[in-house]
């Protein structure tokens, strides 16, 4: 079992940066894929990014790529976002997640272990 905390959220102009962490505990960490969601207002929980903790590849929503980076540090049980030229859309609550899955899962449900988010607000 694992528990995540996610930091870093917080209100950016439009094309500003932020990075977002997501500590997690237990001493499996290297073992999970990790990946990163987000939900607006009124909107359903939508993939942005994860990485396999199999093969260390990481994917990206389409309405991300180029813009955010994700990272992990197995040293540090922690799993990072970049988010840079930010957009008034990317306003949204993000998410930390993680799963024993060997690929990477974009759909919520396939996921075990939640953290409780992070508010991003980016102003225009």
């Known amino acids: 079992q694992v528990q995540l905390v996610e930091s870093g959220g917080g209100l950016v102009q439009a094309g500003g940066s932020l990075r977002l962490s997501c500590a997690a505990s237990g001493r499996t960490f290297s073992s999970y894929t990790m990946g990163w969601f987000r939900q607006a207002s009124g909107k359903e929980r939508e993939f942005v990014a994860g990485?396999?903790?199999?093969?260390?590849?990481?994917y990206y929503a389409d309405s991300v790529k180029g813009r955010f980076t994700l990272s992990r540090d197995n040293a540090k049980n922690t799993v990072y976002l970049q988010m840079n030229s930010l957009k008034p859309e990317d306003t949204a609550v993000y998410y930390c997640t993680a799963d024993h899955s060997t690929v990477v899962l974009t759909t919520p449900r396939e996921y075990d272990y939640w953290g409780q988010g992070t508010q991003v607000t980016v102003s225009s």
């Open positions: 990485t396999s903790w199999s093969d260390g590849r990481t």
